[in-house]
């Protein structure tokens, strides 16, 4: 029996690494996978899904007011084994709702991969509604700086302060996030530290 997978991890945790590798590995077996992406993320352009280790592919993309599952009625039932969204954390409860009517009325896996929490610790609406809809629920780990596991998202400003206020959906990637603990994300914002994002020098 086919399931929604969420698999949910910090910044920097190989999450679209992973999703692309799995695509890899489904098409390898001679099976039809249907990449998706919401809309919001256009980091790499538009039609594209790229990792920081560098892989890329082209994938479809889910505008904010898509009707997920009646795009998979007209344009891949019946040639689609698997679909895997990246950046599932910007899509809606609904379109989240949307993949889990394709998990059950066809029997084909949907493999989400994202983030679970914002820079302030609170859950996206996608991925709060995956937490809640989800067969199968798993993380994928990263580590902080410190060495311990990493759980919260930061938002580092122009200046190297944790951001603590603004709009929920601001993209960015090693140039604007880093993957903390929770420990040094609180002592962070107390102490007013300037943080060193990967990559600089």
Request: aromatic share 8%; charged share 25%.
């Amino acid at each position: 029996m086919a399931k929604l997978y969420f698999k949910y991890g910090a910044m920097g945790s190989s999450k679209t690494a992973q999703a692309l590798i799995t695509k890899y590995n489904y098409e390898e077996n001679g099976l039809n996978v249907w990449l998706l992406k919401p809309g919001a993320d256009t980091r790499d352009g538009v039609n594209i899904l790229r990792s920081r280790i560098g892989l890329e592919a082209v994938v479809d993309v889910a505008a904010s007011d898509a009707d997920i599952y009646d795009r998979f009625l007209r344009e891949r039932k019946g040639r689609c084994d698997v679909v895997i969204v990246d950046e599932c954390q910007f899509l809606t409860p609904e379109q989240i709702d949307q993949l889990r009517e394709i998990v059950n009325d066809f029997d084909i896996p949907v493999m989400c991969f994202g983030l679970r929490t914002d820079f302030q610790t609170r859950l996206f609406p996608g991925s709060c509604r995956l937490m809640e809809v989800a067969d199968t629920i798993q993380e994928i780990k990263t580590i902080c700086d410190c060495g311990n596991k990493a759980t919260v998202n930061a938002r580092i400003d122009c200046q190297g302060h944790i951001v603590t206020e603004g709009a929920q959906v601001v993209l960015g990637g090693n140039d604007a996030y880093i993957a903390m603990c929770h420990r040094c994300y609180i002592n962070g914002i107390r102490a007013n530290k300037v943080i060193k994002l990967h990559g600089q020098h």
